[in-house]
């Protein structure tokens, strides 16, 4: 055991971190990013409100991060036709911190939660090294489905603090039928239910968001990002939707000051573009759609994607098609699930090279 082992708390010995490989390839298909670069008008006007700020920088940033939740409540109005109040919205760098804080608060060391494998890697993550004890909730073997039977079930017998659902699922792609949501939230009265919307604004016409809950469960969190749809990862910012009470609870866990000037001031000024920041998300369907049908007609089983990736089964092994995508300069995600892969929708052409390349691999490895 090397000396920083023995320090370190016994529960992290062995762990390894997160670690989605940054590789500079051509077409970067791993992480769920928008390929798409942030249109020159919100450049320009970024680029305005960020030297207004700069002599400013001597003063902490607005703690409470007012302007920055108020367009977020807006903007959530708009783009869900839910009524939001700023007091219901709180903000992160990224959706992970959020997540964090909603475990810090409600986890922690002597409690539980639960998850339903597989589904987004942080989860599990976050819970575990804030001391949570984590539970690995199942979902059907063969079409990763979950159903409000079998969560619910899963939720009662745990009786976990926090539960982690997520619509659209990743890596799967799918949204969740919306009763089993409601069926957590019955058979897990102690607690906070987290329906993780990362996806939300690429899911199919008709799916609604968890966000339309919220007047009547005040045990529900709904967290969303700035990182997908919105096309601004590198903005870092996260936020959720929850009771103006469990929003205030957050403040007890965040360290203060945690969103910078910049932060706050560059997101709030993509919020007012809105409708250009998410300009692109038709396009990226059209491509996420064209992913499944012609995965399916190689021979491979895609999974119909309410996301802006499709998960793909059927490979003879994914480490070997996996590394042959990158000796093609294309960089896909292995998620550990056995003959799978996940592809992120790109532009256009980064879609024609993925397809070109597994049309050549398929012989071999479909
Ligand atoms: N939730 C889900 C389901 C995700 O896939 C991701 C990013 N991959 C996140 C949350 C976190 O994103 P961010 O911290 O960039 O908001």
């Known amino acids: ?34 390929s798409y670069p942030v249109p020159e008008v919100v450049v320009r006007a970024v680029l305005d409100a960020l030297a207004a700020d700069l ?18 409540s807006a903007y959530l109005e708009r783009q869900a036709g839910v009524s939001v109040t700023p007091e219901q919205v709180w903000a992160g760098n990224g959706s992970n911190e959020v997540l964090s804080h909603v475990v810090q608060a409600f986890g922690g060391p002597g409690r539980t939660a639960l998850g339903f494998t597989p589904s987004y890697s942080m989860h599990p993550i976050i819970a575990e090294t804030l001391g949570t004890t984590w539970v690995d909730g ?22 976990p603090s926090v539960v982690f659902l997520c619509s659209p699922n990743n890596p799967t792609g799918t949204a969740l039928p919306f009763e089993v949501i409601g069926a957590v939230l019955d058979a897990a009265p102690n607690a906070v239910v987290v329906v ?18 919220l007047p009547t469960h005040p045990r529900l969190v709904v967290t969303r990002t700035m990182s997908k749809a919105f096309a601004f990862a590198g903005g870092r910012l996260g936020y959720l939707v929850a009771s103006p009470a ?5 403040r007890l866990v965040r360290l203060p000051y945690h969103l910078s000037t910049p932060t706050q001031t560059i997101a709030t000024v993509a919020l007012e573009h809105a409708e250009l920041m998410l300009s692109t998300v038709e396009a990226v369907k059209v491509q996420r759609d064209r992913l499944v049908h012609d995965l399916g007609a190689l021979g491979a ?15 003879v092994d994914e480490k070997s098609t996996w590394q042959a995508l990158l000796e093609r300069g294309i960089l896909v995600r292995d998620v550990g699930i056995r003959h799978h892969l996940r592809v992120t929708a790109g532009t256009p052409a980064e879609t024609t090279r993925f397809l070109e390349a597994m049309t050549q691999l398929a012989p071999a490895h479909v």
């Open 196 to 213: 993780d919307e990362a996806y939300a604004e690429f899911a199919r016409p008709g799916t609604p968001s968890a966000l339309t809950l």
């Open 301 to 315: 089983t895609p999974v119909q994607s309410d996301a802006n990736f499709v998960l793909f089964g059927g490979l």
């Open 55 to 72: 002599t400013g920088l001597n003063r902490y940033p607005d703690r409470e991060f007012t302007d920055l939740r108020k367009a977020l």
């Open 138 to 159: 199942l979902r059907e073997a063969e079409t990763f489905e979950l159903t409000a039977g079998t969560a619910a079930a899963q939720a009662r017998e745990h009786d």
């Open 1 to 34: 055991m090397s000396e920083v082992e023995r320090l370190l708390r016994p529960d992290l010995r062995g762990r390894t971190a997160y670690g989605a490989p940054q590789l500079d390839v051509p077409v970067c298909l791993n992480t769920n990013e928008s």
């Open 246 to 250: 469990l929003v205030d609870a957050l």
